[in-house]
């Protein structure tokens, strides 16, 4: 792309109301998607799609929240959708290799993040007081002899009064799921016995259904994906 004086393009669009935009690429660079989100969008373009409504929901959900904590954010691609609700986001994964491209990236694209390294079935994310707290597409990754581990963690990582959006694939999904997406769903839930799993750790669930990008209040067995609101913690 030829340029002007390095503060903007010598090209100019033909509507100028598009200029920014070119300046912008060409000031800043172009963004660059993380190492998980970059292969979504090679192989299976759609599921960018999905993946950006589960945190657009999250991101409405928690609107007003202060302090929030995703856990399990892989590149922390979608992060970001949380942050422009407001929110000062701790994202932590307990992958060092997916930690440090976010952290590489997010500072780069200037949203800045604070992205730490943390195992959430080792314990709370400290300083375990946040207003919120998130997780999507981990639960099923979490053997179910771990799972109460799990949620009562995330549970204690927040204060007396946050709230928690955990989002998970349903069982009957998973006869539609590819091989890549099935490899390492090891618990995958009805949505009545994944609201259960919740309430142990939340006096309060509110249990959504979600198809492609649509979230609704629908039939629990016809969702491809369940999203849980929970407030009150119960330790």
């Known amino acids: 792309m030829a340029t002007g004086n390095g503060h903007g393009s010598a090209l100019r669009t033909r509507e100028a109301q598009y200029q920014f935009e070119l300046d912008m690429a060409v000031r800043d660079g172009f963004a660059r ?15 960018l799609v999905f993946l950006l409504s589960r945190y657009k929901f999250v991101a409405k959900m928690l ?10 954010c892989a590149d922390a691609f979608g992060t970001r959708l949380v942050q422009q609700e407001g929110a000062a986001v701790t994202a932590c994964d307990f992958d060092p290799v997916f930690v440090a491209d976010a952290r590489d990236r997010m500072g780069a694209d200037g949203w800045p993040c ?24 981990v639960f099923e990754h979490i053997p179910p002899a771990d799972e109460d581990r799990f949620v009562g963690n995330i549970a204690r990582s927040l204060a007396r009064s946050g709230a928690a959006v955990i989002g998970s694939p349903s069982l009957q999904s998973q006869a539609h799921a590819s091989p890549a997406s099935k490899a390492g769903h090891v618990n995958c839930k009805d949505g009545r016995e994944f609201q259960r799993a919740m309430l142990r750790h939340f006096e309060n669930v509110f249990l959504f259904s979600m198809n492609d990008e649509v979230v609704h209040t629908g039939f629990h067995p016809m969702a491809h994906y369940l999203l849980a609101v929970c407030a009150g913690r119960r330790s």
Not at 116 to 130: K, N, Q, R, S, T
């Open 33 to 47: 998607f993380g190492i998980m989100s970059n292969q979504t969008w090679r192989d299976d373009p759609r599921r």
């Open 63 to 72: 609107s007003g929240k202060k302090r929030v904590l995703e856990v399990g």
């Open 114 to 137: 604070e992205v730490v390294e943390h195992d959430i079935l080792a314990g709370p994310v400290p300083p375990a007081d946040y207003d919120a707290a998130y997780s999507l597409d």
